[in-house]
């Protein structure tokens, strides 16, 4: 009986953060710093903050899987990919999706960042969103969009700022539900060539705010170790990062204080830009 009660609230979780806006970031190395990622570049940053994909000339493809709370059948995968443009742009793709015996919820995205000015980037996503529950109901098809800033006051200093779904799109018209807009504000500061620290506030207009803190710490230069908490829920996290020429590797644990632990892979490639003969 306790086993089937929990396996109810994670259906009702898992419809809140993936079909109703899945706001929460996506990648192992943002799991492992309990999802602060805001102000963090990187090849996840199409679903994290469009305006933080990277713009220095590498082509970036990574895919991420997630087991949530060491349930056989609640299993999380998502697939990214960036590429620069030239005059200081980039553009970015994604797809995430929970599949849950009859039940599949999904996230496709496009995204486009573009350097405003040296300090100042600016980043949009248009979101397809799909739920189907099994053969005798339609799927359902939302679209939303995400907008981002990502500000570098200083060499060591990086401000991030996202919006997901600034439209207020409907989820049902007959109900007034509507997709959550979710607001999110991130800080990452560099303590030493060795340490960085995050720290991002997140606020649904319908939740409490959600305070979220990480560190990173780099022993060598292509070993990461992190660490994170954060508030709502009450969940710890821990990871690892290796990068092994163009192949980078995460793994990262998280616990939830009330559901469990849920573990996370991610695996990236980036193709280096050629230098010029």
């Not at 779904?165 to 959550?180: D, G, H, Q, W």
């Not at 991130?186 to 340490?195: D, E, I, N, W």
């Not at 620290?197 to 997140?202: F, G, Q």
């Not at 995460?250 to 009330?258: I, K, M, R, V």
Request: with cysteine; net charge positive.
């Amino acid at each position: 009986m306790k086993r089937r009660l929990l396996y109810m609230a994670l259906l009702l979780l898992c419809d809140n953060l993936v079909m109703y806006g899945q706001h929460m970031s996506v990648g192992s190395r943002s799991a492992g710093l309990s999802h602060a990622s805001c102000a963090l570049h990187g090849e996840w940053a199409v679903f994290n903050n469009p305006s933080a994909m990277p713009m220095e000339g590498n082509i970036r493809l990574s895919v991420f899987v997630e087991n949530k709370f060491l349930l056989n059948h609640l299993n999380a995968q998502a697939f990214a990919g960036s590429f620069p443009l030239k005059q200081h742009s980039s553009v970015g793709f994604g797809f995430s999706g929970l599949t849950q015996r009859q039940n599949t919820l999904g996230l496709v995205l496009m995204a486009y960042s573009i350097k405003l000015a040296k300090t100042l980037k600016a980043g949009i996503s248009g979101n397809y969103w799909y739920h189907q529950t099994n053969q005798f109901y339609k799927t359902n098809h939302k679209f939303s969009c995400t907008v981002g800033l990502l500000f570098e006051p200083a060499n060591n200093l990086v401000i991030g700022f996202s919006i997901v779904n600034p439209t207020r799109s409907n989820v049902a018209k007959f109900a007034n539900e509507k997709l959550p807009s979710v607001l999110r504000l991130g800080f990452a500061y560099v303590l030493s060539k060795k340490v960085q620290w995050v720290l991002e506030i997140e606020k649904d207009i319908l939740m409490k705010p959600n305070l979220k803190v990480g560190i990173e710490y780099c022993p060598r230069p292509k070993i990461s170790i992190r660490s994170g908490y954060c508030t709502s829920p009450s969940q710890f996290s821990f990871g690892f990062g290796y990068q092994y020429h163009q192949i980078i590797l995460n793994l990262s644990s998280s616990y939830n204080l009330t559901l469990g632990p849920s573990s996370q892979l991610g695996l990236s490639f980036v193709r280096r830009k050629k230098a010029p003969q």
